[in-house]
Each structure stands twice: as structure tokens, then as C-alpha cells.
């Protein structure tokens, strides 16, 4: 459990992002929201088999409750989207098989845009910081599908996250 620390990753890179922004007073408009949760027992916790619904509406059956930080991120994209923005950029760290995947030398990118991906590609080069795109295949959503919701918070294998994002990135958003 004492590696448990490095969830918080995500949230400290956007963290310390906002704050190079306002050092560097970028002419930009930037909102940074970082959805917190702490995973306890508790005689209120979250069951496996309990149905939740984001924000969205949508109903996602808890199959994992170890995967709780996918519920925050999905409800976080909704709320995102009600900024209207142009991009949205996720920086989150929410699955082992990425590891799996990658190892620690590069950060996985999920992204349907060419043009975003060329961006964040370019600019791993230029800070060192490498990234690999990740795909989307439309059949991960096939993996996601659950027995008592509209989906679950975990794949049919119990590490398929990447088609968790798939479907939480609103329509029109790179």
C-alpha cells in the first residue's frame, strides 16, 4: 500500500501545470479541476455488484472498487465539458496495465484527434518527455459492457480502462 502514493500523479502534474501557467502569465484560458478520493472501508463504501450514476447519467456497475478513480474521471470529463472548451487534456493515473503496456519509459496518450496527438508528440520530443498514442478500437467497448448497467468500471479482462475513457470523452472535444 505504500506505493499507493503515486495515484496522486496526475493530480500533481496538473497541479504544478496551473501553477507554470500563472508563473509564465500565458495569455490562455485554463481550467484545471483534480477529482480527489480517498478508497477506505467503510460500512458506506462502495460494494462489488452496486450500480452508480455519474453525472452523466450513465450507469456503471461496480465490478472493482479498487477502480474508483475511473468513476471521479468520468464524472470530472462531464463536468469539463460544461466549460465548453476546445481540449481537454487528462492527466491521470488510473491503470497497472499501462505498466504493463509501457513499462515507466513513456506515458500512455489516448486521444481520436491526429492533430492533438501531433501536438503532445512534439512536444514530448522538445521537454524529453516521451508519450505513446494508445489506441481506441471500437471493440473495447464490447469489453466494458455489464450485466446490471449501462457499463462497468472495469473490462471483461479487469484491466480494461482504456475503453472506460473511450466513452468518456464528450462528443466534439479533442
Known amino acids: 500500500m505504500g506505493l499507493m502514493r503515486g495515484d496522486m500523479g496526475g493530480a500533481a502534474a496538473v497541479a504544478a501545470s496551473v501553477y507554470a501557467v500563472a508563473q509564465l502569465q500565458l495569455p490562455i484560458s485554463l481550467v484545471a479541476l483534480i477529482p480527489l478520493c480517498e478508497n477506505m472501508p467503510s460500512g458506506t463504501a462502495f460494494k462489488p455488484g452496486d450500480v452508480v ?10 465490478d472493482n472498487t479498487d477502480a474508483e478513480g475511473r468513476l471521479l474521471l468520468a464524472d470530472a470529463l462531464t463536468y469539463a465539458h460544461s466549460f465548453s472548451p476546445s481540449t481537454i487534456i487528462d492527466l491521470a493515473t ?27 508528440h512534439q512536444a ?12 481506441l478500437y471500437q471493440q473495447y467497448t464490447k469489453q466494458i459492457e455489464a450485466r446490471t448497467a449501462d457499463i462497468s468500471n472495469v473490462g471483461a479482462r479487469g484491466r480494461d480502462a482504456g475503453a472506460l475513457h473511450s466513452r468518456s470523452i464528450p462528443q466534439g472535444v479533442r
Open 53 to 62: 450514476t455519474a453525472m452523466n447519467g450513465k450507469t456503471i456497475e461496480v
Open 94 to 120: 488510473l491503470t497497472g496495465a499501462v505498466d504493463v503496456a509501457l513499462g515507466s519509459g513513456a506515458a500512455a496518450v489516448f486521444t481520436t484527434d491526429d492533430d492533438l496527438w501531433s501536438e503532445i
Open 124 to 135: 514530448g520530443q522538445v521537454t524529453g518527455d516521451r508519450v505513446w498514442r494508445m489506441p
